[in-house]
């Protein structure tokens, strides 16, 4: 007998990552029936899992045929709050334009 419901955390491993309108575009259902889902507030159907292990199944499968499976271990989600990008510095502009022929000389 096949279980009415998946397991929540078997279905947040496949739907990480995913806005909750990306997803419920690819399992065909609502917006809100997907964010509901997400978080817990009502059981995905078991097919909603199935899907989305085949998918991700596909997905390593042609990485592996393509050749870059060993590439995709190392890629991960990485949130804001994690990095710290340093702050960019606003480029100088020259106060004066230069002739073309002052920078053939120099």
Not at 21 to 46: E, I, K
Request: glycine fraction near 6%; aromatic fraction near 10%; include cysteine.
């Amino acid at each position: 007998m096949v279980a009415q419901h998946a397991n929540f955390h078997e279905f947040s491993h496949y739907a990480s990552g995913l806005p909750p309108q990306a997803l419920a575009r690819f399992l065909r259902c609502s917006p809100a029936t997907a964010r509901a889902w997400q978080t817990g507030r009502r059981p995905a159907p078991w097919w909603a899992v199935a899907v989305l292990r085949l998918d991700h199944i596909e997905r390593m499968d042609m990485a592996r045929q393509m050749g870059y499976a060993h590439a995709l271990k190392r890629f991960g989600v990485v949130r804001g709050e994690v990095i710290e990008f340093p702050m960019r510095q606003p480029r100088t502009l020259p106060l004066a334009p230069v002739a073309v022929g002052e920078l053939m000389q120099a």
